[in-house]
């Protein structure tokens, strides 16, 4: 690492005199369309959205508030959602939300309305994500992931290119391997090839990125922790042009030592408006010079160049241990040049001039103030760690600052023009107290400037158990974020029917936009929340369905709770049974739907002892009633919700069968919510060919595509060299019936003429896959009856080629099937 | 993330370098404009008894030595629920400084059961207005009190003036098992009226209700208490562990109870994060407000 002596260098008088920038920098443009690009919605990670022009005070409550409807996706959100306004997209113009899984895919969603995603693109390839028991066994049973660890860090979006840049966690063979991508927001088409991320003493396996990305003068940031401090790692950040993806600059946290991850919650390094880069670390070695464990780092734009720190001097603080600085990112106070950080140091929030960061001082009497953000009265024995970050709202009365630290109450401090301090203590604090343990509230702010009754600030936070190594259900909460009188006023939370946000994501903050609320889960669930005069049809297929089951304990603990749609109702809302055996819970939908997405909220959910969680299960569907087949098995199961994603199957009945009913050899079965998702059966299903499963090829080599012209930029091409090469895909026809089969294509000058079959059957004419110039079209093969739904088996086979193409391949986009 | 901790190695003898780092920014031509300078107030300096306690500090039993610098006026002494509000100024046995409230200017709130063994045990012979120099030996300061890993454990000197006593409620006699005279409902939770409340109204489990609670182990441990803090909490009553659930639904407004509560509802008997109490627990809970009720579960259309 370059040692620099002087807290700025030379850069700093090239960059110090840009006009204005604290202005538009902290401050989102007041415009219909607000975009939210980065994590916390902007580089000084105020927290804030300041152009909210809908909801306010006045209308987020029980009566015109709630959940508008839920989308799905294939795993675990860990990182933050992304916001993209009135973007034209697959020739409409949108609201677009996107979504990152740690199955390592993106979804871009319609914001405003529930529907199947605009594209979505997953970028496993040949490998497949970490998994939470290959990592971390510094914790033993490494429960901080509970599966996959895909994509974690939140995805950064350029608006100007509508690029977004984002970092996949792939399993290659025996190797781990990171790499930074680049996309299309419009098309999840690569616009740059990716790049394998490396640095010397980097470790792709033991290095976490954990932080979100970041971008600001055309440089992507990008940091790292690890998992539970496992193995000699090195926190590290790094950062990567713009435009040519190549990489301007890397800082190793502790060269001559190990640890000092860059965890911050998920949170993404802040700027000032220099460019200069401040992100806090972990706990790890430390000496002043090289090795920077528990430090505000302050690093030059793009070099990374370390250009100043802040160690805390609060070590041997009163508390017993575990202080680490870096739990939570720091945050500027708009208009000033002051950063807020928090850490798990006795709940101690630190302000500091981030002209000069102080270095170490005895007592910590170098910066503006240390405070004391989280109160230590109310629990004992405890922690009282900031996570994530501090929000700020420049409110109607001044400037505040939000904190909700762990074990204690939301509270707001009233910055000080005078004394350029925060007052202490808190001039006004939320009510709520959440569960004994992690991670206090992941904040946002959302307000139409500084007007007075618009601010509201929204948190998540566990509503039962301790987030820390566990997955627990969450709850959403909104609070008068201006306050009335010492208290920051409660005026909606999710309890309310329907409005559940399943799994706490405890990296992931709400986002508020455009008068919608949007919560991320660890539940494959995206819930989206607005303004709403009755509620609206659930998504729900078996809310309110024909139950029956095994004999309920209680007359008032029948089949029927489990699917009233409330989980909050306490002990008797729930079915429960004491059936000797395997206990067994069944919902008709009433006719067939194509299910895709099983949710079952077990004890914990409903706010029971997690002990009581259903331990081993299965799920069966049936379109008869009579004949069931599995779908899901869960042998081991801890948590409170289990989310069941599934294959499209077409089904009228859902059984839930428990073969082991808790984890303590409790013999009661304990359900309060079985939840059925999916679409209606007789809709068009597209297939895209890269996501199905390869039956058989001839032997030729059988790849995905890339191009921005297939849908989600993404095709296959089989490189065909003579006719009767073939490959077979196996595709789950959902109903028994008549559709009309599509296919779109590549068509280029290298292409084959080919035969589409169904299981043995040819169907339709030879296609000629040859064009002079790239086109996409869509070819009718026709019309073909299934006389039972399940698995089938369609063939491409060459079967010659026109005499002006180069060659035999075939490539193919999408397989389309039109009900009739 | 994780919370075992590594601590760094700390660094005793760190130099403070800013303001030589401004001196060799303004020598080499740059100017110190790009600084602001930092207004640092110098450490308090160590007492000249600082390495060892003098002949006339008195040793407890377990190695903590005090000397008495000014007698308070105050008649009762901290107990190992409550809060302390306190004045404090720690060094090493060298001289170094390492924290002091004073130089923050803000008196720092601690409970008895959060801070140093030893420090606890010094703070539980003093009366508010007491200051005193103690000499707390390294093996009574940082504590394993869960998975994680604690700083390096180094001898200290500290001087405590005890401002004010914030005392936690009285714990109950009965912690133990209910009374004969307790109600048992069937869930096995039971319960005894401490005050009685007015009205018939009673909270749903989506309410939110405003509460004064305090929560014991079996073993007098207060482990949360919103009476201590002086500040009552707003639950949504399903959010609350299970015992507390099913009782605050047969309270009314101004009414107080104390629940003698299973461990199976409450957090169970396996030991889990740091102060998430296992076992048999007591509260005592005054329900304040019903402040609102969310619609009740009803139907829903279907699509």
């Given at each position: 690492m370059k040692s620099n002596s002087c807290p700025h260098n030379r850069r700093f008088w090239a960059t110090a005199f840009l006009p204005a920038f604290v202005l538009t920098a902290f401050t989102i443009a007041h415009s219909q369309a607000v975009n939210v690009s980065t994590r916390n919605y902007n580089n000084q990670r105020t927290g804030a959205n300041i152009s909210e022009t809908t909801l306010s005070t006045s209308n987020v409550n029980s009566s015109q508030f709630g959940k508008l409807f839920q989308n799905q996706v294939d795993d675990q959100v860990y990182a933050g959602l992304l916001y993209a306004a009135?973007?034209?997209?697959?020739?409409?113009?949108?609201?677009?939300?996107?979504?990152?899984?740690?199955?390592?895919?993106?979804?871009?969603?319609?914001?405003d309305a529930?529907?199947?995603?605009?594209?979505?693109?997953?970028?496993?390839?040949?490998?497949?994500?970490?998994?939470?028991?290959?990592?971390?066994?510094?914790?033993?049973?490494?429960?901080?992931?509970?599966?996959?660890?895909?994509?974690?860090?939140?995805?950064?979006?350029?608006?100007?290119?509508?690029?977004?840049?984002?970092?996949?966690?792939?399993?290659?063979?025996?190797?781990?391997?990171?790499?930074?991508?680049?996309?299309?927001?419009?098309?999840?088409?690569?616009?740059?090839?990716?790049?394998?991320?490396?640095a010397p003493s980097f470790s792709s396996s033991l290095n976490n990125q954990r932080p979100g990305l970041a971008l600001s003068n055309n440089t992507v940031y990008i940091g790292w922790s690890s998992f539970c401090d496992t193995g000699s790692y090195h926190g590290f950040l790094m950062a990567y042009d713009a435009s040519t993806l190549q990489q301007v600059g890397a800082f190793n946290v502790t060269p001559g030592g190990t640890r000092a991850g860059i965890w911050m919650a998920g949170a993404a390094p802040a700027f000032d408006g220099n460019g200069n880069l401040y992100a806090s670390t972990g706990n790890g070695d430390w000496n002043g010079s090289a090795n920077f464990g528990e430090t505000l780092l302050k690093l030059a734009p793009r070099t990374l160049n370390l250009?100043?720190?802040?160690?805390?001097?609060?070590?041997?603080?009163?508390?017993?241990?575990?202080?680490?600085?870096g739990s939570a990112g720091p945050i500027f106070l708009p208009g000033t040049n002051l950063a807020v950080i928090g850490g798990k140091g006795g709940g101690k929030g630190y302000l500091?001039?981030?002209?000069?960061?102080?270095?170490?001082?005895?007592?910590?009497?170098?910066?503006?103030?240390?405070?004391?953000?989280?109160?230590?009265?109310?629990?004992?024995?405890?922690?009282?760690?900031?996570?994530?970050?501090?929000?700020?709202?420049?409110?109607?009365?001044?400037?505040?600052?939000?904190?909700?630290?762990?074990?204690?109450f939301l509270r707001a401090f009233r910055f000080n023009t005078s004394t350029q301090k925060l007052n202490e203590p808190a001039f006004a604090e939320g009510a709520i107290l959440p569960p004994p343990g992690m991670p206090g509230g992941m904040m946002t702010i959302s307000a139409n400037g500084s007007a007075s009754g618009t601010g509201v600030l929204w948190a998540t936070t566990p509503r039962a158990g301790d987030a820390n190594q566990a997955v627990v259900p969450g709850a959403l909460y909104a609070f008068n974020a201006q306050g009335s009188g010492a208290t920051l006023p409660l005026i909606w939370s999710s309890s309310g029917v329907g409005d559940d946000i399943y799994n706490f994501s405890k990296g992931s903050p709400p986002v508020v936009v455009n008068g919608k609320v949007y919560v991320a889960s660890l539940s494959n669930i995206v819930s989206v929340y607005g303004l709403r005069t009755t509620p609206p049809p659930s998504q729900n297929l078996a809310l309110n369905k024909t139950a029956s089951g095994s004999t309920p304990?209680?007359?008032?603990?029948?089949?029927?709770?489990?699917?009233?749609?409330?989980?909050?109702?306490?002990?008797?809302?729930?079915?429960?049974?004491?059936?000797?055996?395997?206990?067994?819970?069944?919902?008709?939908?009433?006719?067939?739907?194509?299910?895709?997405?099983?949710?079952?909220?077990?004890?914990?959910?409903?706010?029971?002892?997690?002990?009581?969680?259903?331990?081993?299960?299965?799920?069966?569907?049936?379109?008869?009633?009579?004949?069931?087949?599995?779908?899901?098995?869960?042998?081991?199961?801890?948590?409170?919700?289990?989310?069941?994603?599934?294959a499209p199957t077409v089904a009228r009945f859902v059984r839930l069968n428990v073969t082991t009913p808790a984890q303590t050899g409790d013999a009661a079965a304990r359900i309060y919510e079985l939840q059925v998702y999916g679409q209606p059966a007789s809709s068009v299903i597209t297939y895209e060919t890269e996501s199905l499963t390869v039956a058989a090829t001839s032997g030729d080599l059988h790849r995905v595509a890339l191009d921005t012209g297939y849908s989600g930029g993404q095709g296959t091409i089989l490189e065909a060299n003579a006719a009767g090469d073939f490959v077979t895909y196996t595709v789950n026809v959902p109903e028994a019936r008549t559709y009309d089969i599509r296919v779109r294509v590549k068509k280029w000058n290298n292409r084959g003429v080919w035969q589409f079959s169904s299981n043995g059957v040819n169907q339709g004419s030879p296609v000629d896959g040859f064009s002079s110039t790239p086109t996409f079209p869509e070819i009718d093969i026709g019309n073909l009856t299934f006389s039972t739904a399940g698995n089938k088996s369609f063939r491409f086979m060459i079967t010659g080629k026109n005499a002006s193409s180069a060659g035999f391949w075939i490539a193919l986009d999408y397989i389309r099937l039109i009900p009739q | 993330m994780r919370n075992a901790k590594i601590f760094r190695a700390f660094a005793p003898g760190l130099p403070i370098v800013l303001f030589a780092v401004i001196a060799y920014c303004a020598g080499s031509g740059m100017s110190a404009q790009a600084i602001q300078p930092v207004t640092q107030q110098p450490a308090i300096a160590a007492p000249p008894d600082v390495s060892t306690p003098p002949s006339d500090a008195r040793t407890t039993a377990s190695g903590?030595?005090?000397?008495?610098?000014?007698?308070?006026?105050?008649?009762?002494?901290?107990?190992?629920?409550?809060?302390?509000?306190?004045?404090?100024?720690?060094?090493?046995?060298?001289?170094?400084?390492?924290?002091?409230?004073?130089?923050?200017?803000?008196?720092?709130?601690?409970?008895?059961?959060?801070?140093?063994?030893?420090?606890?045990?010094a703070l539980k012979t003093m009366v508010v207005g007491d200051e005193?120099?103690?000499?707390?030996?390294?093996?009574?300061?940082?504590?394993?009190?869960?998975?994680?890993?604690?700083?390096?454990?180094?001898?200290?000197?500290?001087?405590?003036?005890?401002?004010?006593?914030?005392?936690?409620?009285?714990?109950?006699p009965d912690l133990k098992a209910p009374p004969k005279t307790a109600l048992k409902t069937d869930s096995g939770l039971a319960f005894r009226i401490l005050e009685k409340g007015a009205g018939t109204r009673r909270p749903y489990p989506t309410s939110q209700v405003k509460l004064h609670l305090s929560g014991w182990t079996t073993d007098g441990a207060l482990f949360e208490s919103t009476v201590r803090g002086g500040k009552p909490a707003v639950y949504i009553v399903a959010h609350l562990i299970p015992g507390l659930h099913e009782g605050v639904l047969g309270m009314v407004v101004g009414e107080k109870r104390r629940f003698w509560i299973p461990a199976t509802l409450a957090y169970g008997e396996k030991r889990g994060r740091r102060g998430v109490p296992t076992g048999n627990l007591v509260y005592d809970v005054k329900l304040l407000a019903i402040e609102s009720a969310l619609p009740l579960p009803k139907s829903r259309p279907n699509n």
């Open positions: 009135g973007l034209s997209i697959g020739g409409a113009t949108r609201n677009v939300l996107y979504v990152a899984t740690v199955n390592n895919t993106v979804y871009a969603f319609d914001a529930a529907g199947a995603p605009l594209w979505q693109r997953n970028f496993n390839g040949t490998g497949r994500p970490t998994r939470n028991t290959e990592v971390g066994s510094a914790c033993g049973a490494y429960r901080d992931f509970s599966g996959n660890i895909g994509i974690i860090g939140t995805p950064v979006i350029d608006e100007s290119t509508s690029i977004m840049y984002f970092v996949t966690r792939t399993v290659e063979g025996s190797s781990t391997v990171q790499r930074l991508r680049a996309i299309d927001t419009r098309t999840g088409a690569d616009r740059m090839s990716p790049v394998v991320i490396s250009l100043d720190w802040f160690t805390p001097s609060n070590w041997m603080s009163l508390n017993n241990g575990d202080l680490d600085l500091i001039d981030s002209n000069s960061l102080g270095h170490l001082v005895s007592g910590d009497t170098q910066i503006r103030q240390v405070f004391q953000a989280v109160e230590l009265t109310n629990r004992t024995g405890v922690t009282y760690h900031i996570h994530n970050t501090m929000a700020t709202w420049n409110s109607p009365q001044g400037l505040n600052l939000y904190v909700w630290g762990e074990n204690d304990c209680n007359a008032n603990e029948g089949p029927a709770k489990a699917f009233n749609g409330s989980y909050s109702g306490g002990n008797t809302d729930k079915w429960c049974s004491l059936d000797a055996g395997t206990k067994f819970l069944q919902v008709d939908l009433g006719s067939n739907f194509s299910v895709n997405q099983i949710v079952v909220e077990h004890a914990g959910a409903g706010g029971e002892s997690f002990d009581l969680n259903t331990q081993a299960f299965n799920l069966q569907v049936s379109a008869d009633g009579v004949s069931f087949s599995q779908v899901a098995s869960v042998s081991n199961n801890i948590q409170s919700i289990t989310t069941h994603n599934i | 903590v030595a005090m000397k008495v610098l000014k007698h308070g006026r105050g008649a009762e002494r901290p107990k190992d629920n409550d809060c302390v509000k306190m004045h404090f100024t720690v060094w090493q046995r060298d001289g170094a400084m390492l924290a002091s409230s004073r130089l923050r200017g803000t008196a720092e709130v601690q409970c008895m059961r959060t801070v140093f063994p030893g420090v606890s045990e005193r120099r103690i000499w707390v030996p390294g093996r009574l300061t940082f504590t394993s009190a869960d998975e994680d890993d604690t700083p390096p454990k180094v001898d200290i000197t500290m001087d405590i003036e005890l401002l004010a006593i914030i005392k936690a409620p009285l714990t109950p």
